[in-house]
């Protein structure tokens, strides 16, 4: 199904099944369920990385574009932190999810599914929080790299990442792509309501009651992050990814998997792909 | 042009719009990037619509699984249905 209708919003969801080799899976394989991160992101950046993989392990990814991205509808509001969780629960409820899921998030993902996990802990059963914005010890500044990168977004991914593909491909992507962000910046009040969302402090931190893989890059600006949650989060695990910085999920997808598919093996009961480590095409 | 062809073709005039694609001629030699100048995200939508249209039998996330993002858009079109033919058809695999 690729739209579901929650809390009057239309949302893009696609879902990836259980696949991959005998033995047959489950007949109630573990849900995984993919947070995007902000502005310039969608579904897309895990449907190309790890959902694929992941269902291949035994589990069903479930991805979705947050409200306002990708192919979901945009609200002119509605992009809190309160917001997103409840977005992410309706959109579970909707898609007939009501056992505890897995939660994978990127980015600013990472404040939603935190989030998510202290105010539903019956409904998440574990995180793997990838280059996670939230954690902080006090709240003022801690989101200030965040909304930084967010107003240089649109100009950097199209002049940077993207920018020996443009010469070859002309306005078409860039132009939606700068459209899609304008829209977003300019059009509703999603950087004011961000700007306003408040940090996960430690004491909260101490509170997430469910299994959590942190992977940070080792030149990520929110490598602090990691590091707080690792102390913080009673069980954690970190992993920091070498000469990596924000872009982890897009550059350093083989070690990512190599962590996450044995974590969620663990925890999940998902299978480890015997290729797993053994020097990928990726 | 094949059944596929033509079936694909119709698809990405579904996920692209047809606005775009009046002055373009897309045949097997068409590449995902560099001639259409497809997003990623639209790319989930062809999928979708490959998937519902051929089911499990193309197998697609098995087909992209080995590849990254620019490797899957620097595919041509020629590329996408030849992996759907072959999967169609017992006597090509």
């Known amino acids: 199904m690729p739209e579901v209708t929650a809390r009057g919003v239309r949302f893009h ?20 369920v993919f947070v995007h991160g ?36 945009r609200t ?19 898609l007939g999810h009501t056992r505890p899921v897995y939660l994978v998030a990127n980015s600013f993902g990472g404040v939603v599914a935190l989030n998510a ?34 107003g240089k977004s649109a100009l950097a991914l199209e002049y940077e990442r993207l920018a020996d593909q443009l010469l070859a491909i002309g306005w078409r992507q860039r132009g939606r792509q700068a459209a899609v962000a304008d829209a977003l910046v300019n059009g ?15 004491a909260d931190l101490a509170a997430v009651a469910c ?23 009673p069980d954690c695990t970190l992993h920091v990814i070498p000469g990596l910085a924000h872009t982890v999920l897009r550059e350093g997808t083989a070690e990512l998997l190599e962590v996450m598919l044995p974590w969620l093996s663990h925890h999940a009961g998902t299978r480890v792909p015997v290729t797993a480590g053994a020097g990928g095409a990726l | 042009m094949t059944r596929v062809l033509d079936e694909v073709v119709a698809m990405l005039v579904e ?8 002055d373009l001629e897309v ?49 041509s079109v020629g590329d996408l249905v030849a992996h759907i033919e072959s999967r169609l058809s017992p006597a090509a695999v």
């Not at chain 1, 002119?76 to 409820?93: K, M, N």
């Open chain 1, 117 to 150: 996990a202290l105010a539903r802990p019956d409904r998440v059963a574990g995180m793997v929080l990838v280059e996670a914005h939230g954690p902080a010890e006090r709240p003022g500044g801690w989101n200030e790299n965040m909304l930084n990168t967010l």
């Open chain 1, 76 to 94: 002119p509001r509605g992009y809190s932190d309160a917001e997103a969780v409840a977005d992410l629960f309706a959109v579970l409820d909707a």
């Open chain 1, 13 to 32: 969801v696609q879902t990836l099944e259980p696949c991959g080799p005998c033995p047959p899976d489950p007949p109630d394989p573990p849900t995984v």
């Open chain 2, 27 to 75: 045949g097997p030699d068409t590449t995902f990037n560099d001639d259409l100048a497809l997003e990623s995200i639209e790319f989930v939508a062809l999928a979708e619509k490959l998937q519902l249209r051929y089911g499990p039998a193309i197998d697609f996330a098995a087909f992209i699984a080995d590849m990254d993002l620019d490797q899957i858009l620097a595919m």
């Open chain 1, 38 to 73: 902000l502005v310039m992101d969608n579904l897309s950046s895990f449907y190309y990385t790890l959902a694929g993989p992941v269902a291949a392990a035994g589990a069903r990814a479930v991805l979705y574009d947050l409200r306002g991205h990708g192919r979901s509808e």
């Open chain 2, 15 to 22: 996920v692209v719009g047809e606005d775009f694609l009046l």
């Open chain 1, 211 to 233: 299994p959590v893989l942190a992977v940070y890059g080792e030149r990520s600006d929110v490598a602090g992050a990691g590091r707080l949650l690792l102390r913080s989060v």
């Open chain 1, 188 to 202: 509703t009040s999603l950087l004011d309501e961000v700007a306003a969302v408040e940090p996960v402090r430690p």
